[in-house]
């Protein structure tokens, strides 16, 4: 027995006590918000464990969004980088990236729990799209919080959600971005919290949202190392890399593989790296790593993915760190740009920004020698970059 036959520490299962990992996570939330909290835990627990629950939701995934997604071998970009690249394609699940399955599952949720109203909060408005859309199947109120700033910068996702039926609420406080927005969703559901469910797009938030969101998201990576073992002849791949916003994409395909011996690789923006720059906090509800000041004051993240613009971490990801179950790394804006471009010549995929992270740490640990050539390499391929093609073309002239 190699000790890459070693199990490893952690199987991603359910957190400790009041949503603990490690020392991570948890619930800080106000005291008018612990019953909901409480409610909406238990109604997971319930519905994840119900059969007819979890067939009506692999349903909508199979018949709506378009899973199981397929895995792609990469052969030219394979071919010039020395290591087998293979790909998670996320980019083709209905909503064009992998938000979808989260949002499926909570929206269900809300059905279950008798709540006919969802709050969704929104930086780029990806997660707010993908809010709207889940809500329009399900025939739920959607309102979706949104910066003013966001508004102005992302107005065609806007327009989208007001197609699906939802209301864009502007949030003029603060940074009037992301994290502003989520402080308002937060407080709409306080006061709302009878007929409201907040549907929260990342594994981060007070328990149970960063388990719930990563239970929901776990198929991504439980499909694809099915997909990987049919290709690999029975085997893993020697690393497994998804790039980090709050970090629902790599928590749900990390869930897939912890238990093997590949090697988990989360990719942060340089501007955005929480894991990298980050202190401990607590903020939005769990305890966690934030960008923040000598005072505490949280930082803005900047990225040329707004996706990936959030300051702190999910709480799950800052643990696997501690325990050195996974390791992270932060990629800068002019090698994503490399890396948009590299991915789409060579393989006629376009990635969305936030994926192109993944690529573009890919790319520098194939170029430097850190991973070996031969490797076998998983990336999850978070979504497709339709929606940041006109932003490309600006930077590049
Ligand atoms: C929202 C988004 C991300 C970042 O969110 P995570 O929770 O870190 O997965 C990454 N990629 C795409 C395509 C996104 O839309």
Redesign the pocket.
């Known amino acids: 027995m190699s000790v890459h036959d070693e199990v490893p520490a952690t199987s991603m299962g359910r957190p400790g006590g009041d949503g603990r990992f490690g020392e991570y996570g948890g619930r800080f939330v106000p005291e008018s918000l612990v019953p909901a909290c409480v409610e909406l835990a238990d109604a997971f627990e319930s519905a994840w464990s119900d059969p007819a629950f979890r067939a009506r939701l692999d349903g909508l995934l199979g018949s709506y969004a378009g899973r199981p997604t397929p895995v792609t071998e990469c052969l030219r970009l394979s071919r010039r980088l020395g290591v087998r690249v293979l790909l998670k394609r996320e980019d083709l699940a209905h909503t064009g ?3 979808i399955n989260n949002v499926l599952g909570q929206a269900l949720l809300a059905e279950r729990m008798g709540k006919r109203r969802l709050v969704a909060e929104t930086g ?1 408005g ?2 707010g799209v993908a809010s709207a859309t889940a809500a329009a199947l399900l025939g739920l109120e959607c309102v979706v919080y949104m910066g003013a700033v966001d508004v102005q910068r992302q107005a065609l996702n806007v327009f989208r959600m007001e197609l699906l039926g939802a209301e864009v609420r502007t949030v003029r406080s603060g940074s009037r971005t992301l994290k502003d927005a989520v402080n308002d969703a937060l407080r709409d559901w306080v006061a709302s919290v009878e007929t409201t469910h907040y549907c929260l ?3 981060m938030g007070p328990h149970p949202y960063p388990y719930m969101v990563r239970q929901f998201q776990r198929v991504v990576g439980e499909e694809a190392r099915e997909q990987c073992r049919v290709l690999l002849g029975g085997d893993d791949p020697d690393v497994v890399v998804a ?8 928590a749900g395909t990390f869930a897939g593989f912890v238990d093997t011996r590949a090697e988990l690789v989360g990719v942060e923006a340089a501007g955005g790296a929480a894991l990298g720059n980050g202190l401990p906090g607590v903020v939005h509800g769990m305890r966690s790593l934030f960008l923040q000041d000598e005072a505490g004051q949280i930082l803005e993240a900047h990225s040329i993915s707004a ?2 613009d959030y300051p702190g971490i999910g709480p799950e990801h800052a643990h696997l760190a501690a325990i050195g179950r996974a390791r992270y790394h932060a990629v800068g804006d002019s090698e994503v740009l490399d890396a948009f471009r590299l991915l789409a010549e060579t393989e006629g995929i376009i990635p ?1 920004l ?2 192109a992270h993944a690529v573009a740490w890919l790319v520098r640990a194939a170029g430097s020698g850190e991973l070996t050539p031969g490797t076998t390499v998983l990336l999850t391929m ?2 497709r970059g339709d929606k940041d093609v006109q932003q490309v073309k600006e930077m590049l002239g």
């Open positions: 990236s992998h938000k780029a990806q997660h797009g990342s594994v790039c980090v916003g709050g970090g629902s994409n790599a996706g990936l969305a936030e994926a978070s979504g």
